[in-house]
């Protein structure tokens, strides 16, 4: 897309002028732009790696346990 099309969020067609800068009268640019952010590559963290997951698989088991006593009241 060109730099108008672009940064007004409209389907461009490439063409030099596009249609909208062509009706418009604007000057069609083609500007080089940063690529997307890339993605965040997921780090598998070992069992017992991280003291805070401890503490939250302890928790959730005794919030299992609270659960099953009150299923059962």
């Known amino acids: 897309a060109c730099d108008i099309c672009r940064k007004r969020k409209t389907k ?11 009706n418009s009268k604007l000057e069609c640019t083609f500007h080089a732009h940063q690529n997307k952010r890339k993605r965040k590559r997921r780090t598998v963290i070992k069992h017992g790696a991280n003291p805070n997951i401890s503490i ?4 959730l088991t005794s919030m299992e346990l609270l659960i099953e006593k009150l299923v059962k009241q």
Request: hydrophobic share 25%; glycine share 14%.
């Open 12 to 22: 461009c067609f490439g063409g030099v002028p596009c249609n909208y800068c062509l």
């Open 56 to 59: 939250l698989e302890k928790r």
